[in-house]
């Protein structure tokens, strides 16, 4: 395939770790919870929250569900930006992955995080990642770039999504659009949450609606330092960076759906 951005070098090498076999047969497996109903999804709500909580939301899967399926109240700020979220997969679930969309999306995760005018709209100011003790850890897209870049993200997500793929192939495009994405941080808030619904959305539109009940944002919350580790390793400047080192960021999606089937 002609891809514009996104790396295809890695992808022999994960296939090796990643036998299309094993992953379809894991992949199979994946089944829907007893307690979703027709007005309540509960692996949504695993996304939204552990998503949420990857962002550092305060906010436990048990008092979501319970917030979502028994309707018990809580104080709106302990559930809105989750509730978002939610919506967000949900519009996911219905409607086909597009740049159009991906800015709807976008639009509903942050509804309650950016100004009205901000959202589903690519930023237009510097963006860098600071560390705790203030040290810059990354600097993303300029803002002039930005533009460009996704447009050629958009348009190798047409092309992925018209290619006759392999399972283990379909993995490694979805994680991949999920870094590349995460690296070109084109949006002034919400990126990491609409990256893993992104990475997810691929999923489902190449191998069907299993892949909702892959609980991926449990599996990268769970394992966060290494999630952020392996997302900090390609480089610091986004000119700079080194897809070469993605593997074991790559390799942490096919993994979660050993975390899904337990």
Known sequence: MELQIIPQNLLEDYKKYNKASILQERFNQLQDSELSKDSFSFYTSVSAVFSSKIEGENIDLDSFVKHKFLKTAYQ????????????????????????????????????????????????????????????????????????????????????????????????YFAAMLHLVFIKIHPFADGNGRTARLLEKWYLSQKLGGKSWFLQSERYYYEQHLAYYNNIRQLGIEYLDLNYSESLPFLQMLPDSVELSNN
């Open 76 to 171: 709106p700020d302990y559930t809105r930006k989750i509730d978002d979220l939610y919506d967000a997969y949900l519009f996911a679930q219905q409607n086909p992955l597009n740049s159009a969309n991906i800015s709807l999306a976008h639009t509903l995760i942050t509804k309650h995080i950016l100004r009205s005018e901000m959202q589903g709209v690519f930023r237009k100011t510097n963006m860098f990642v600071v560390t705790n003790d203030g040290k810059i850890e990354y600097v993303a897209a300029l803002p002039n770039e930005v533009e460009a870049e996704m447009e050629k993200l958009y348009a190798d997500i047409q092309t992925l999504l018209s290619a006759e793929l392999s399972v283990n192939e379909a993995f």
